[in-house]
């Protein structure tokens, strides 16, 4: 009997020191020292023993059996052990890692060039409007004083979405005037950039969406000498002080008198060169009077107020500000190119 325990041990302890995990060493602790286990089966026979060799084989028994105790418990802090080191190798995170860079974008050139003028409007009190990009030609042409039968009404320059011409793709922001009129009070100081759509081809000048900033200002007793001071000022502000300017008249069917704004050539100073065309000048917006009836359209008291508006064009401005030459690089959005801004 005391071999039969003494085998016993020692298959148990291999067996135990083998155990790979919990389950297994939970296995093995009902097979030895379990109600029906081999250990437990071997102590039932006892009672067949002679009075001396109870007390012997009693004592070795329980050796065998504090032995297996001990060896279960210390396998299992073992293996407790080498599962905690196991987890923390799996989820160990080295924070000394360099992460994966993220791809930063930046603002469009045009854009920048926006920010900039925005900056100085709103600093002198205008406020920036947006609008709709689609339009009611009543809007785009009627309210502005441009009737039926104006050459800028035509289809081949104005994309209608209905075979009455009633609701396009505007082709200029001055509706944001009659939209700033139908809602806002009076006085009103307004900019309004966004993009506008005409039917023409795509070369280096030429682009059938682009982007305009219209400008409004009506209150009492506004004339043509704020319209040029506001203008010159805004001109210096980007341009650089001393920026010399000029205003020619011309034709626009919402403003009485009408005029476009040139700026003396930054890089020749007016003496001619690839810049300015050899002209000395370069055009930057058209510009004039709100025309009394479209002041009156809108109910506003033409003996009481009047305006100035103008319209620049962003694509230029921003080529003026980058020196880009081509329009198309503004729209191709090849980032070779935006990068370099
Ligand atoms: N809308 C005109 C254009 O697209 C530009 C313009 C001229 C706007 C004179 C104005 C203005 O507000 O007063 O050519």
Not at 96 to 110: I, S
Not at 240 to 251: Q, S
Not at 275 to 290: D, F, N, Q, Y
Request: glycine share 8%.
């Amino acid at each position: 009997m005391k071999q039969q325990l003494e085998a016993i041990r020692t298959s148990a302890l291999e067996a135990i020191a083998a155990t790979k995990s919990a389950d297994e060493l939970d296995a093995l602790r009902v097979k030895y020292l379990g109600k029906k286990g081999e250990l437990t089966s071997v102590l039932k026979m006892m009672g067949k023993l002679s009075a001396e060799e109870r007390p012997i084989i009693g004592q070795v028994a329980n050796e065998v059996r504090a032995k297996l105790e001990d060896a279960i418990e210390a396998q299992s802090a073992a293996l407790a052990e080498a599962a905690l080191a196991q987890k923390l190798r799996d989820e160990a995170l080295d924070v000394t890692v360099p992460g994966t860079p993220v791809r930063v974008g930046h603002k469009h050139p045009m854009y920048v060039a926006l920010d900039e003028l925005k900056e100085i409007f709103v600093g002198m009190g205008f406020t920036v409007l947006d609008g709709p990009e689609v339009e009611l030609a009543e809007l785009n042409f009627d309210r502005l004083n441009a009737e039926e039968g104006h050459p800028s009404r035509d289809w081949s320059d104005t994309f209608y979405f209905d075979a009455d011409s009633r609701v396009m793709l505007r082709s200029q922001t001055s509706p944001m005037q009659v939209r700033a009129m139908d809602t806002m009070d009076l006085p009103i100081r307004i900019i309004a950039p966004g993009r506008v759509f005409r039917k023409d081809e795509v070369d280096a000048t030429h682009s059938p969406m682009f982007h305009q900033v219209e400008g409004m200002v009506i209150d009492k007793g506004v004339t043509m000498a704020d319209l040029k001071g506001t203008l010159n000022l805004v001109m210096e502000q980007l341009y650089g002080k001393g920026t010399v300017t000029r205003f020619r008249p011309h034709h626009f069917p919402f403003t009485e008198p009408s005029c476009e704004m040139d700026v003396q050539c930054h890089k020749c100073g007016g003496a001619g060169c690839p810049t300015c065309k050899g002209e000395g000048w370069i055009e930057v917006l058209g510009a004039g009077m709100i025309h009394p009836k479209v002041l009156k359209m809108a109910g506003i008291d033409t003996e009481v107020y009047s305006g100035w508006a103008f319209g620049m064009g962003l694509e230029r401005m921003a080529m003026r500000r980058f020196k880009i030459s081509d329009l198309r690089l503004i729209f191709e959005n090849d980032i070779r190119f935006l990068e370099q801004f």
